[in-house]
């Protein structure tokens, strides 16, 4: 079972990136599935969420309004679509999913059992 982020990279200050996670091993249609950051020397954080039964999604307040979350069923990829983005948001981003059949959305990292390695992420002023 892996999760692979992709997409990260160099961007300047109010521009996008669109982040994508391939699943493979097994399908995750029945997962929720999200995106946690951790910028240098801070703790990870949740940044958003999209559960599978409905689609419901849940951002952190940093980025409601900026990035949108969504997942591709056919090809068991989700995304993060980013938007003027800020150096605050300069951090890894990891892609992550729940156990099977899981009533969410949730920021909770811990209901997350799945991970992914992480890319780049890095807003330049």
């Known amino acids: 079972v892996q999760l692979q982020a992709s997409g990260g990279g160099l961007v300047q200050a109010g521009g996008s990136l669109r982040l994508s996670c391939a699943a493979s091993g097994r399908t995750f249609s029945r997962h929720d599935m999200g995106w946690f950051r951790q910028a240098p020397g801070k703790e990870r954080e949740f940044v958003a969420a999209i559960t599978w039964r409905n689609g419901v999604r849940l951002y952190a307040d940093s980025v409601k309004g900026r990035f949108i979350i969504s997942r591709d069923g056919a090809t068991n990829t989700m995304y993060l679509q980013m938007s003027s983005l800020q150096p605050d948001d300069t951090a890894v981003y990891y892609c992550?999913?729940?156990?099977?059949?899981?009533?969410?959305?949730?920021?909770?990292?811990?209901?997350?059992?799945?991970w992914g390695q992480g890319t780049q992420v890095t807003v330049s002023s």
């Open positions: 992550a999913a729940t156990g099977p059949a899981y009533r969410g959305p949730t920021d909770r990292e811990s209901e997350y059992i799945y």
